[in-house]
């Protein structure tokens, strides 16, 4: 199964995580949807997309670059997208959609993406 990833938090600058993120994910084949606060254009192969866009297809892992407090209005988007798994990076640990996600049968995994992907985990 393709772990199509989508990045909530995204970001058009280099020198942020989930921007590093991405171009992980991609540098290994990972088909990658990425959410940000504006819409951008990385490069021919990525557009960040502003909002909660339904036309993104089938998501096996949603992976947070946004605080918990940000989240909320992306709650009920995530459990539609009904992803394997939802992966809280440091900084976005969020008891109250880890516990929706349990609830919905969506896998909690708080870690890093960066450091699931470098060590094979992912």
Known sequence: MEKTTLVIGASP???RFAYKAIRSLQRRGIPVVAIGRRDADLDDNLIIRKGQPRDIGKIHTVTLYMNARF???YY???VSLEP???VFNPGTINPELAEI???EGIEVVEDCLLVMLNNGKY
Do not use: S
């Open 84 to 86: 394997r798994r939802i």
């Open 101 to 103: 996600a349990r609830r």
């Open 13 to 15: 600058n280099p020198n």
């Open 76 to 78: 009920d988007y995530i």
């Open 71 to 73: 989240q909320k209005e």
